[in-house]
């Protein structure tokens, strides 16, 4: 159904309309507006405008987006209008399009992965503090958090150096990614992301290495040249507020195109006060004291309030600027930059670590972080003999982060500082043989140099002494070099067939300089190995609204240089060293799901999948120069190291339903259940218990009200890893004595207001009943009861 409501009509030399989303009001881009023959055709832009000089008076003209409603208008129907269209959505789970799966724009009907798209509407309307927050709307990906400026997202019973990041096609793991959680995604600034795409399961015959679990693509907003013969100026403007953690962002960007040549420039700035938790339930997670230096020495102090996580807060600035060049219809040339810089971030699970009744650590935290990127895509789709469409994305990394360390009572505070630099070149293309029949291929070239070193510092005399490393303190690389090719055949109406295969080949290197400290048998490691992958999957139809996939991939890591030459203190008394024998590990999945749609008035999604893993890499006990345990930091620990089982086995499914109950109201649910051991029957770390969420939404013309739960089952003490038992300090206590992860739910409540067609309001209550709750394996404890605000204004 279409809602023309009629506007006052602005000025301009050319004809330019704005299209909305009708339960929203927010503008919707990618609009597509084309004649009856298809012969004249415009796109609406990120603000949802498109000008009409191209459509003559007597012209029907097709509006069509996957997402909604298509209608067919004249040019006297938008004058009435007042040139400002709005579109009905639809639950639809067919007709999406997406980009993850081969970097090529698919049709979701064509695909047999399993996808999660997240719209720029919906993160416009979540409004989500974090990119990993981000991830977590959808309530499919798992995030946990060790501290307040953290995140790390479990997919499939994967996590951190076995799941991809990727934002605007470039992979951002790199050589130092570790395998215990990791909280890199926060890099990257949920304000300006407009659309995620998570692909479920082995994505390595498109992405290569890390691509276990899942890959998550991230596209962040695009420089828009413009539609008309004068130049265009759009400018975006946000600001948020949160009560749990009195979080301050204030977010603006603006897009200045011409017809060949336009700019982008965006910034956020965020600052986040300690977190306060709920008050009801689980007391023992409360923090009822901290410890401080003053006058020379370390003192613990009583917490006020010991609902306030003494010390979780940091602040965070992005950037992110493009040029975009477009000399003709076919050729397109985007310079990105990218920056992301975060302020000293306490680690809390540390500081809330106790040893003999006493808090162990005066300082824990992460040294600032700083993440930047330059890339140059150019991209041509003048089809020829060779391609339809061909890319090339050269991108250059520069990452630094730290570590810093004091125990309580101790006068010497540890420093270890990580540099990576990474250059990548990746050549991507398609070519389609009529319209059943496309190639995709490509190759991949990834270059990292690490540097890493350490010193400790007496606070009170300043004098610096050498400490060991957290990887080797020499030369050290890691590289890889790729070629894929993959095959879509729509055979019929029915039946869509995917194929692809990928060789990758991974060379490491690694020396230590200084042998002094850990006294290590070898001064030098090397490390050559190559992969091949595939994946094969079926898209059946056996109806226009019903969609059944069947999909087999297998996926491998490569061990990269966290796993083969770390040396850290992985929890209390534990430290992992390295072993420089270890071998990648691969995976084996099967999918099978369904997606059915009824009449446009809801969806339904089921998928359940089971990953066989081989040689996988877990932490097991292990010896150093035959010794059991050893002095790491002034600790007797017990040493551990990554190494090859030879197999585990991780199963599980999940559901989707959404429902139109009435025109203004809608229903939708989630609920994913997995599990996962290796081959002698002990839990895999990053499997997460059972958990879910469920909506009911009122969407009106002005008004969009969201009352939901999120909810997670219990991981009972059996149900644990060894690593996560012996982090006695995060869990609850069942009633044996051990440590367990209960089961939670929190209800919640949403809603946006569209004031005008350029200013919006936001404004929710989360954890409405206060609840005190930790999420599976997180060191810091949940949000108690949270009031958020925020402004948002387009022009």
């Not at 510092?457 to 070099?481: A, C, E, L, Q």
């Not at 394996?777 to 009031?787: L, Q």
Request: aromatic share 12%; with cysteine.
């Amino acid at each position: 159904m279409l809602a023309l409501l009629v506007g006052n009509a602005f000025v301009v030399n050319s004809q330019k309309l704005q299209v909305f989303d009708f339960t929203s009001g927010i503008p919707i881009d990618k609009v597509a507006l084309f004649n009856k023959n298809r012969t004249l055709s415009v796109i609406t832009d990120q603000n949802g405008y498109a000008t009409l000089d191209a459509f003559s008076d007597t012209d029907s003209i097709f509006f069509q987006h996957p997402s909604f409603q298509m209608i067919i208008l004249t040019k006297d129907d938008l004058r009435k209008a007042g040139f400002k269209i709005y579109l009905n959505r639809e639950i639809r789970m067919l007709e999406e399009f997406i980009i993850s799966v081969s970097k090529w724009e698919q049709n979701k009907r064509e695909i047999p992965n399993k996808i999660k798209m997240l719209s720029a509407r919906e993160i416009q309307f979540h409004n989500p503090q974090t990119a990993a927050d981000l991830l977590g709307i959808s309530n499919e990906v798992f995030i946990q958090k060790s501290q307040l400026g953290g995140g790390s997202p479990m997919i499939r019973g994967f996590s951190a150096n076995s799941v991809l990041i990727v934002v605007d096609g470039v992979r951002m793991n790199n050589a130092i990614y570790r395998s215990g959680n990791l909280h890199n995604v926060i890099s990257l600034d949920a304000n300006s992301i407009v659309r995620s795409e998570v692909i479920f399961g082995p994505g390595s015959v498109v992405y290569g290495s890390d691509a276990l679990g899942g890959v998550m693509d991230f596209h962040t907003r695009w420089v828009a040249v413009s539609s008309g013969e004068k130049p265009e100026l759009s400018v975006n403007f946000s600001s948020r507020y949160s009560s749990a953690n009195k979080e301050k962002t204030g977010h603006l960007d603006f897009n200045i195109g011409g017809k060949k040549l336009a700019f982008m420039s965006s910034v956020t700035l965020s600052n986040y006060d300690d977190l306060r938790m709920g008050s009801r339930k689980n007391p023992d997670y409360q923090r009822p004291e901290y410890a401080i230096h003053e006058f020379g020495r370390d003192t613990i102090v009583q917490n006020d309030d010991p609902d306030v996580q003494r010390f979780s807060g940091y602040d965070q600035i992005n950037i992110i600027e493009k040029i975009r060049f477009r000399p003709n219809e076919n050729l397109n040339l985007i310079y990105a930059f990218h920056y992301s810089g975060i302020s000293e971030v306490p680690r809390y699970d540390r500081l809330t670590e106790y040893s003999n009744d006493q808090l162990k650590y005066a300082v824990w935290k992460y040294g600032p972080q700083k993440w930047l990127m330059h890339t140059m895509n150019i991209n041509y789709d003048k089809v020829n003999a060779f391609f339809s469409n061909g890319q090339l994305t050269f991108a250059y990394q520069d990452y630094e982060e730290s570590r810093i360390d004091r125990k309580f009572g101790k006068s010497g505070q540890r420093k270890r500082t990580e540099r990576v630099d990474v250059l990548s070149l990746n050549l991507d293309f398609d070519k389609s043989f009529r319209k059943e029949n496309t190639i995709f291929y490509g190759i991949e070239t990834v270059f990292n140099k690490v540097k890493s070193d350490a010193f400790e510092k007496d606070i009170h005399t300043g004098v610096k002494i050498p400490v060991g490393t957290r990887y080797p303190d020499g030369d050290n690389s890691y590289n890889s070099f790729a070629t894929y090719i993959s095959y879509k055949n729509n055979i019929s109406e029915l039946l869509t067939l995917n194929t692809g295969i990928r060789y990758s080949y991974i060379n490491l290197h690694s020396t230590f300089k200084d042998t002094s400290i850990y006294h290590f048998s070898y001064d030098v490691f090397d490390l050559a190995t190559g992969a091949l992958n595939g994946s094969a999957g079926m898209v059946f139809r056996p109806k226009d609204n019903w969609q059944i996939n069947l999909n087999t991939a297998s996926g491998f890591r490569a061990p990269n240089l966290d796993d083969v030459g770390k040396i850290f203190d992985s929890e209390p008394g534990n430290v992992v060293v390295p072993n420089k024998n270890l071998k990648p590990e691969y995976t084996y999945n099967l999918d099978l799901g369904t997606v059915v749609n009824f009449t446009n008035n809801g969806s339904f999604e089921l998928t359940g999948f089971i990953t066989l893993l081989r040689d996988v890499m877990v932490r097991r006990e292990f010896s150093f120069n035959g010794l059991d345990s050893i002095m790491y930091d002034g600790t007797l620990s017990k040493v551990y190291a990554l190494v090859n089982s030879d197999k585990a086995l991780i199963y599980g499914g999940n559901v989707s339903l959404g429902l139109d109950l009435t025109r203004f109201l809608n229903f939708s649910g989630t609920l994913t259940y997995m599990y996962g051991e290796d081959q002698d029957g002990i839990p895999l770390r990053h499997v997460p218990p059972l958990f879910g969420s469920i909506h009911f939404m009122l969407m009106t013309k002005y008004l969009n009200l969201d009352m939901y739960t999120n909810f997670n089952g219990e991981k009972p003490n059996s149900m644990l890893a060894p690593s996560e038992i012996a982090k006695i300090h995060m869990y609850a206590i069942d009633d044996n004595g051990n440590p367990y992860s209960p089961k939670w739910f929190t209800l919640n409540m949403k809603a946006s207001c569209q004031i005008t067609s350029s200013i919006h309001l936001n404004a929710g209550i989360e954890n409405i009943l206060d609840h005190r709750y930790r999420p599976y394996s997180s060191g810091i404890v949940a949000p108690g009861r949270n009031f958020y605000f925020a402004f948002r204004l387009t022009i």
